[in-house]
Every structure is written in structure tokens, then in C-alpha cells.
């Protein structure tokens, strides 16, 4: 039951729409001040089905007053999510070229995000989504 209350809770923060009519999850109460969360979101991707995913996402939590660090690649793009992102308060973007199958230049990806991380972290959650 715990589980199903949490994941509830999950979707409410993020911002979810109901499944079963479309409607918009009912808002929950602000979070404490100091419950202010810094996320990253790391992905290969950034169009179709996954960049409309991290659009909904970045968008409402930006929504909620967290702050929100998005590294992607430029590879896969689709401009007006970029944009969108973009447009959210407390959202800073970075591209770091990615490419879509695992191989060797994967090393030099990984220390691109370390360096962002050390640099602008620390952050209380990493999200990769279509970052192998």
C-alpha cells in the first residue's frame, strides 16, 4: 500500500495527467521551503515519445520550484522541446553530444556529465532516460 501511495504522490508532483479521462492530477499541498529538490535529467534522446516524456516532466517540477539541470544531445533533437525546456524557470540546459550506440567515445560522455556534476552539483536525483 505504501508503494501505491508514493507512486501516487510521484505523479501528482510531476504533474501527471489521469489515464482514465485526461484530466490534470489534483494539485497536492506546497512542499516545505526547504524540500526544494536539484534534479538532472540526462538523456540521448530529445524527440518523439521521450522528448515529449521530458518535456511534461522538466515542466512541472519547474512548476513546483525545483530546480531542474538537463544534459542532452544535440544529436537527436527536436527544436521546440529544447525551446520549451528552455522557457522554464529554474531549468539549465547543456548539450553534450551523445551517441546513440554504446562504444568507446561513451568514456568521454561520462566525464562530460562528472565535470557538469562536479561543477554545478551536487544534485538530489540523476534521471537518465535513453542515456544507455
Known amino acids: 500500500m505504501r508503494l501505491a501511495v508514493s ?14 479521462n485526461g484530466a490534470p492530477a489534483p494539485p497536492i499541498e506546497a512542499e516545505p521551503r526547504g524540500s526544494r529538490l ?12 521521450v522528448g515529449r516524456h521530458i518535456v511534461d516532466a522538466i515542466t ?5 520550484g525545483h530546480e531542474i539541470h538537463l544534459l542532452y544531445s544535440p544529436l537527436r533533437l527536436h527544436p ?20 546513440r550506440a554504446i ?10 556529465i562528472r565535470s557538469y556534476l562536479t561543477a554545478k552539483g551536487p544534485v538530489d536525483i540523476i534521471h537518465g532516460h535513453s542515456s544507455k
Open 7 to 20: 507512486i501516487e504522490k510521484s505523479a501528482k508532483i510531476i504533474g501527471f495527467r489521469d489515464r482514465r
Open 38 to 49: 536539484r534534479i538532472c535529467f540526462i538523456s540521448e534522446t530529445m524527440h518523439a515519445g
Open 60 to 64: 512541472g517540477l519547474s512548476e513546483r
Open 80 to 99: 521546440e522541446f529544447l525551446a520549451t525546456i528552455k522557457g522554464q524557470r529554474n531549468v539549465y540546459c547543456e548539450a553534450i553530444p551523445m551517441a
Open 103 to 112: 562504444g568507446d567515445a561513451a568514456f568521454a560522455v561520462v566525464r562530460r
